[in-house]
């Protein structure tokens, strides 16, 4: 009687006994096959002999810099990173595979050697203070041996904006503003004076053109956790010719 390992994992059996004449032989089998590897353990007698015996097998990964215990690999691998951020969920060929561990890695298997492999990220499973250079990427490893997969997730420092003139009423949609520490950098201002940006320091002065002249504003970044920061309203001053 036998119960085979379910693919996904889990645990197997095998049950075995035969008499004939004055012999007598019987084995007990139990496999358990988890994320990081296989396990089974076992008794036999045969004609009064008794024996147990267990077998562990999985694989160890050194990637950078970093270990990963899983199950046997006989094809190609991945390591994905997300650049610390854990908790961020892996899909491979659009099917969930896993999540990023308290590191940012996670270990993907199996891939197919030599031909692309599609592994993709959902951005909004990431926090909102974060710059995504692209969601989705091809691997290809090679027979047996890995590849470092990177979705370029950079922190930033983000924040929306609200922006006043001197008399209160917002800045006039479409005014243009610009850092001051990154002037090749602009953005518009929109409806209610609204402006989004994700490149500020921790003080920051911005120089905007609007359609009464150059204003100037001034303020203080401070993080609020995961969350975009709404500062405002801020009062831009008319810079004096």
């Not at 995504?132 to 930033?156: C, L, N, Q, Y």
Request: glycine content about 10%.
């Amino acid at each position: 009687a036998t119960r085979s390992i379910p693919s996904v994992g889990g645990f197997g059996w095998r049950a075995q006994a035969q008499a004939g004449g004055e012999a007598t032989n019987g084995r007990a089998e139990l496999d358990y096959l988890g994320r990081y590897g296989q396990v089974q353990a076992g008794v036999s007698d045969f004609n009064g002999s008794a024996a147990a015996y267990a077998n562990v097998n999985g694989a160890l990964v050194l990637m950078g810099r970093n270990v990963f215990a899983s199950r046997t690999i006989s094809n190609g691998f991945a390591v994905v990173s997300s650049d610390g951020i854990p908790n961020v969920p892996v899909r491979l060929e659009n099917n969930p595979i896993g999540s990023t561990d308290s590191r940012g890695m996670l270990l993907v298997t199996p891939l197919n050697s030599y031909q692309n492999n599609k592994l993709s990220i959902d951005p909004m499973d990431l926090p909102a203070d974060v710059r995504i250079d692209h969601v989705e990427t091809v691997a290809a490893p090679k027979d047996r041996s890995g590849t470092m997969v990177r979705f370029g997730i950079t922190p930033v420092r983000a924040a929306s904006l609200i922006l006043v003139d001197s008399d209160g009423k917002y800045l006039p949609l479409g005014s243009q503003a610009r850092l001051r520490d990154a002037p090749d950098e602009s953005a518009l201002v929109g409806f209610d004076g609204s402006l989004y940006l994700d490149t500020l320091g921790e003080h920051n002065v911005l120089d905007i053109d609007t359609p009464s002249g150059p204003c100037r504003v001034a303020f203080d970044y401070r993080n609020q956790g995961s969350d975009i920061p709404q500062i405002g309203p801020l009062t831009c001053r008319l810079e004096q010719p």
